[in-house]
Nanobody
Framework: QVQLVESGGGLVQAGGSLRLSCAAS????????MGWFRQAPGKDRELVAA????????DYADSVKGRFTISRDNAKNMVYLQMNSLKPEDTAVYYC?????????????WGQGTQVTVSS
C-alpha cells in the first residue's frame, strides 16, 4: 500500500499552466506504476497520464497529448503532472493513483483529489 497526497490545483485562465504534485509514502514507491486521473461533474473518471517506475514508458489520453507531461522523482517519492495550454474542458478533480500491476489498469491506491478549474 502507498498513501498519496495531491497538491497544486487551483483556478487558471484558459491557455495557462499548472503543475500538480503528488507525494507518496512508503519505501516501495519505485515499484508502482503512477497515474493521474480526472473526473469532471457528470462524467466518468478517466486516466489522463501514466508512468512506469522509471518514467521511461508513459501513456496519455488523446485529449491531453502534447499539453500534459507526467514525471516522477523516485528519490523524493513524488509524481508530477505539468499541464500547459489548459482548456475549460480540463476542469475536473484530478487524482493521483498507484498500481502495482499495469500502466493502464489496476489502480487501487488513490489520493484525495485536487480541483483544477480553467476559466474561459
Amino acid at each position: 500500500q502507498v498513501q498519496l497526497v495531491e497538491s497544486g490545483g487551483g483556478l487558471v485562465q484558459a491557455g495557462g499552466s499548472l503543475r500538480l504534485s503528488c507525494a507518496a509514502s512508503g519505501r516501495t514507491f519505485n515499484r508502482y506504476y503512477m497515474g493521474w486521473f480526472r473526473q469532471a461533474p457528470g462524467k466518468d473518471r478517466e486516466l489522463v497520464a501514466a508512468s512506469d517506475w522509471s518514467g521511461g514508458s508513459t501513456d496519455y489520453a488523446d485529449s491531453v497529448k502534447g499539453r500534459f507531461t507526467i514525471s516522477r522523482d523516485n528519490a523524493k517519492n513524488m509524481v508530477y503532472l505539468q499541464m500547459n495550454s489548459l482548456k475549460p474542458e480540463d476542469t475536473a478533480v484530478y487524482y493521483c493513483a498507484a498500481s502495482i500491476r499495469h500502466l493502464k489498469w489496476g489502480y487501487n491506491n488513490w489520493g484525495q483529489g485536487t480541483q483544477v478549474t480553467v476559466s474561459s
